[in-house]
């Protein structure tokens, strides 16, 4: 079951990715951008614990770095977007 719950997880990150990066390429919306690459890393991350989850190995550390850095993104192009 947790399989599962993972790997729609990991689906519904792709597609918000997907969906942000296409209204950013319509709008060029700079928000969209930031939006769509902090999901990426999430997604990343989401598929790391899939893997995670079957290997039965410790990737805690993996895991944590793609959502890290794509929410950092995300909070980088907040804080710049605000002061233009």
């Known amino acids: 079951m947790a399989i599962a719950v993972y790997l729609l997880c990991t689906i519904t990150s792709l ?4 969906l942000l990066f296409r209204g950013y390429l319509r709008l060029r919306e700079r928000l969209l951008l930031w939006s769509a690459l902090c999901f990426v890393g999430l997604t990343i991350s989401n598929v790391t614990l899939l893997v995670d989850s079957q290997l039965a190995a410790d990737l805690s550390t993996l895991r ?5 850095i ?4 995300l909070v980088v192009g907040l804080v ?5």
């Open 15 to 18: 597609a918000c990715a997907f």
């Open 64 to 68: 944590t770095v793609p959502s890290l």
């Open 70 to 73: 794509g929410v950092m993104l």
């Open 80 to 84: 710049w977007d605000s002061h233009s």
